[in-house]
C-alpha cells in the first residue's frame, strides 16, 4: 500500500492542476459581430382593417366573488324564479 501512495498522490495532484487551469477563451467582439450579421431574421407583415371582432374567447379558472351576502328566507321553499333588473 505505501508503493501506491507517491503515484496516486501525483495522480491526483495532475488532475487537481489540470481542473484548475485557465478560463477559456470568449469569441472576440468582431466575431460575435460577423456571426450576427450572417443570421438574418425574417418578419411577415400584414395591413390591419378595423372590422368586427368574431373570436370566441375562452378563459378556465376559478371566479371567486369580492363581497357575500346570507339571504334569509320566512319559508323553506324551493327558489323556481328569481327576477333580476339590469341597471
Do not use: H, W
Not at 24 to 52: G, I, M, N, R, S
Not at 54 to 65: D, K, Q, S, Y
Amino acid at each position: 500500500m505505501k508503493n501506491l501512495t507517491i503515484p496516486l498522490f501525483l495522480i491526483g495532484l495532475l488532475v487537481l492542476t489540470g481542473a484548475c487551469s485557465s478560463k477559456p477563451k470568449e469569441p472576440k467582439e468582431e466575431q460575435v459581430k460577423t456571426k450576427l450579421a450572417e443570421e438574418q431574421t425574417q418578419v411577415k407583415a400584414v395591413k390591419l382593417v378595423k372590422t368586427a371582432f368574431a373570436r370566441e374567447i375562452l378563459a378556465n379558472g376559478t371566479v371567486a366573488a369580492v363581497r357575500k351576502a346570507d339571504l334569509y328566507f320566512q319559508s323553506n321553499e324551493v327558489v323556481t324564479r328569481i327576477f333580476v333588473k339590469k341597471r
